[in-house]
């Protein structure tokens, strides 16, 4: 099994800036694929950003131009940069590895943006 530990949420006025880190530890070979889901209240998850292990890059259109989403397969760890946060940004973020083997979820962790 993979484990995924997210971290660095929180609460940020509008225009701010958060950076959310995720490390996998557990059976982290094969590991293929890494993103960023949110979920608001009330919403359904949905895809925020993803990077393939050759590097290609995915976003929502409502993230593109603030957010960046980064990677090292190496070491087993994803960043998703949010820059320019909205009222409407505010979500838990879930971070997400895929093998051949499974998909596997974090926690969560809370991002709320509000003045």
């Known amino acids: 099994q993979v484990q995924l530990v997210e971290s660095g949420g929180g609460l940020v006025e509008p225009g701010g800036s958060l950076k959310l880190s995720c490390a996998a530890s557990?059976?982290?070979?094969?590991?293929?694929?890494m993103g960023w889901y949110r979920q608001a209240p009330g919403n359904e998850r949905e895809l925020v950003a993803s990077?393939?292990?050759?590097?290609?890059?995915n976003y929502a259109d409502s993230v593109k131009g603030r957010f960046t989403i980064s990677g090292d397969y190496a070491k087993n760890t994803v960043f998703l940069k949010t820059d320019s946060l909205k009222p409407e940004d505010t979500a838990v973020y879930y971070c997400n590895m895929r093998a051949s083997y499974g998909n596997f979820w974090g926690q969560g962790t809370q991002v709320t943006v509000s003045s």
């Open positions: 990077i393939t292990i050759g590097g290609r890059t």
């Open positions: 557990g059976r982290t070979f094969g590991i293929y694929l």
